[in-house]
């Protein structure tokens, strides 16, 4: 045993082990011997004999500085950390006083003031997330400059988790930025009923650490001065070197980040409900010889400092060493003092009232829309934009207009001036010693400007830096980004990719985020969507659009105009909700457009009326406006005396119905024309509000087929002719009636 250790910090070890083993213990009685509890409708992971893994590692951080993203076996941390077994009981019997209002039931919470990381049931879903944190941590500390040590970051999951993508993807991420994270891995061997030897053929999950550039070692897990010290030595390791980039690089040194395999076994069921013994009696019998609570216990007991200082030769030694020793009625005093604590926790959850129904019907975003009456932003004409796609430019179409791209690349300048906080990251963002910009060269010129001359990716306080080929990781990182208060932009560099792990990341970490906990999550993903490269299925296709529309909780954003794009882009980045910003790539060169060369904002949630007209609503968004469809469909329908309103949604998510609704109201006839996947895509599900409302309106849906192959993309998503077809059809005009040359 190590004799470092103040008084008081044996015995927080110890008390909080107790108070672990009381906390669960009231939700484990809760079940008794039923399948459903009274007081807890959901199941209950609890981490009987693992307690030493969360608080041994937690003990070794500080709480002030340090963060945790908790795993479902790490719960002891959260106690560290300052969740109350008041907070964690009410969670559980899903009282409306409990840190979730009752909308949980579980322990999938996070508390950004006590530097608590969300968990959700996704396993392993959090951990690109922590890596944000870190990277965020990082930043603030080295450009603050305060002298004090770096902050570190402490990662709960199991041995099964270890097997996800999410988790690879996160440690990667943190060995390459060299982040001050610390893994530490629950191995209690089996992962619900699959055992280890199942999950993978790796002799240790700490290995895997060599493999990503850094440290691994394994502990006791049920002894939790071990786990204390272990974790102590590589969060001193991280603090050191995380912050040094030069001895990185130059001395070629392992990188900051640790794996701490802890080796306990799971003693119960998967979780409460289940009464099936996952381990065979001898190793049981084993193993609870070994119970944290009852082994340090012992350990304090026995330490005896005359015995102790006896066996040290070396009196210079003698003298350094303080061996506190402890009594059975100092430790019988903690019992009982935490027993009453908990009992009076579990008495103030069990009284108080259940969460109510209004819960249901709240908002999945924390700002409601507020009008902005600029007119502007309402009906600005996307002519100028239009009236040069279709031929070559002039030097008069090039005055005063500049590409989507550009006024994209405007946006993100301006956001970086604006704000230290602003970080922007991706795959080649930075690129070719910051020359890049990304592959379509948005970023181009940033790195140069706001970096600090290195683009290695290592030093901490790179504004626009380059990631790994991990989605997960990028848009996990954005995550840890915002918790930590920054406010980052990630780039996927084209929108289907974003299937990888980063559809967990904003499925299931981001939206679900701030209606469960509600704090808000802000931070944009831009992408490049649609048409535009001839990449068929896998570059090109617009089917994660619908997607991202179904999931409550996200923001999706699709300007036309290079006006609306810099606007709506400078926007996003104070909505307090992840933003999904769809740029055409179709568009970032061919759309040009004046732009207001200030800082302004585009409402984000508000449609524009593009064209005013009485016979017919065309609902539009995106590029659709433009690539020989439904702008140059409609200019050509006027011509011969049709009316129409056009509406460019904008904004996907939220939508502006009322718009919709207004201008139905009075045309009774809507066509609904967008890039993406007709069956069950948005534009369908448009129409099926628009039949609800008003059953006696004619409408015509445009969407793309399943199939794109890549040099038929002008057929693929509805095209000019397409649209006047169903303008026809619609206004009971006839192709012949327009123009056949625009
Ligand atoms: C992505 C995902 N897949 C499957 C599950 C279902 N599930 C819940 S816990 C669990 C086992 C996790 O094992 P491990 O990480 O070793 O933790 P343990 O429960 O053994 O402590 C599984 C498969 C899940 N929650 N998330």
Request: hydrophobic share 40%; charged share 25%.
């Amino acid at each position: 045993m190590r004799k470092d250790l103040d008084r008081g910090t044996y015995l927080d070890l110890y008390r909080y082990l107790l108070l672990a083993r009381e906390v669960e213990g009231k939700v484990r009685a809760e079940f008794g011997q039923n399948e459903r509890a009274s007081l807890v409708p959901s199941v209950a992971l609890t981490s009987f004999g693992e307690e030493a893994i969360g608080i041994g590692s937690a003990l070794a951080a500080d709480p002030k500085k340090d963060w945790i993203a908790i795993g479902h076996r790490a719960i002891g941390a959260c106690f560290v950390f300052g969740l109350t077994p008041e907070e964690y009981l009410s969670n559980h019997f899903l009282r409306s006083f409990s840190p979730m209002g009752g909308r949980d039931g579980n322990i999938h919470f996070g508390f950004p003031d006590r530097h608590i990381i969300r968990f959700i049931s996704h396993m392993g879903a959090n951990v690109p997330a922590a890596c944000g944190v870190a990277d965020a941590l990082k930043y603030v500390y080295i450009m603050e400059k305060t002298g004090e040590a770096l902050p570190v970051v402490l990662c709960y999951f199991g041995d099964g988790a270890a097997s996800q993508g999410a988790i690879h993807e996160a440690m990667n991420y943190a060995g390459a930025r060299n982040l001050p994270v610390i893994f530490v891995v629950d191995n209690n061997r089996t992962a619900i009923g699959t055992p280890y030897e199942a999950q993978t053929g790796a002799f240790s999950i700490a290995d895997r650490a060599r493999g990503y550039g850094f440290h691994g070692e394994i502990a006791n897990g049920n002894d939790v001065l071990d786990v204390y010290h272990r974790t102590r030595q590589a969060i001193e390791r991280a603090r050191f070197l995380s912050a040094r980039t030069r001895e990185i690089k130059t001395l070629n040194l392992l990188r900051a980040p640790s794996i701490i395999e802890c080796l306990t076994l799971r003693m119960s069921g998967h979780n409460e409900t289940e009464k099936v013994p996952y381990v065979n009696s001898q190793e049981y019998n084993e193993w609870i010889g070994r119970d944290p609570c009852g082994f340090y216990r012992n350990q304090l007991l026995k330490m005896k400092k005359s015995e102790i200082l006896a066996k040290v030769l070396d009196p210079k030694e003698r003298e350094r060493i303080s061996v506190p020793e402890f009594s059975e009625e100092e430790l019988a005093g903690i019992d009982a003092e935490v027993k009453v604590m908990v009992q009076a926790a579990y008495d103030k959850a069990a009284q108080s009232s259940k969460t109510t129904i209004e819960n249901v019907s709240l908002s999945v975003y924390p700002q409601k829309y507020v009008a902005d009456n600029n007119p502007n932003h309402f009906d600005q004409e996307p002519t100028a934009a239009f009236s040069i796609i279709n031929r070559k430019l002039t030097k008069e179409d090039r005055e005063g207009t500049i590409t989507l791209a550009d006024a994209i690349k405007d946006a993100l300048h301006m956001a970086l001036e604006n704000d230290p906080k602003v970080r922007i990251f991706g795959e080649d963002v930075c690129g070719a010693y910051g020359k890049k910009g990304g592959v379509f060269g948005i970023t181009q010129g940033l790195p140069e400007k706001f970096n600090d001359g290195d683009f290695s990716g290592l030093s901490g306080v790179d504004r626009v830096f380059d990631t790994p080929i991990a989605e997960g990781a990028i848009i996990g990182s954005a995550i840890g980004h915002a918790i930590a208060g920054l406010v980052p932009i990630c780039e996927i560099q084209f929108m289907p990719f974003i299937s990888t792990c980063s559809f967990s990341q904003l499925i299931d970490m981001a939206s679900t985020y701030y209606f469960t906990t509600r704090h808000p999550l802000g931070f944009v993903v831009r992408t490049a969507y649609g048409l535009g490269f001839y990449g068929g299925h896998f570059h090109s296709n617009s089917l994660t659009e619908a997607m991202f529309y179904h999931t409550p909780g996200l923001k999706i954003v699709c300007p036309s105009t290079p006006y609306d794009a810099k606007g709506l882009l400078l926007q996003a980045l104070e909505e307090k909700a992840p933003v999904i910003f769809m740029e055409s790539i179709w568009g970032y060169s061919r759309v040009r457009g004046q732009v207001d060369k200030n800082y302004y904002k585009v409402p984000i949630g508000k449609a524009a009326l593009r064209r005013k007209g009485s016979d017919l609503t065309v609902v539009t968004w995106g590029a659709r406006m433009y690539f020989n469809s439904v702008l140059p469909a409609v200019l050509e329908t006027e011509k011969s005396g049709a009316s129409i309103d056009l509406i460019d949604l904008r904004t996907l998510k939220p939508l502006d119905m009322a718009a919709i609704y207004n201008s139905v109201a009075k045309t009774c006839r809507v066509l609904i024309a967008g890039e993406d996947i007709a069956n069950g895509g948005i534009a369908e599900s448009i129409m099926a509000k628009i039949i609800q409302e008003y059953p006696y309106i004619r409408g015509k849906v445009l969407g793309a087929p399943d199939t794109p192959i890549p040099q038929f993309e002008d057929f693929y998503a509805p095209n000019m002719q397409k649209v006047l077809e169903a303008i026809e059809k619609l206004t009971d005009r006839r192709p012949q009636d327009y123009a056949s040359d625009a």
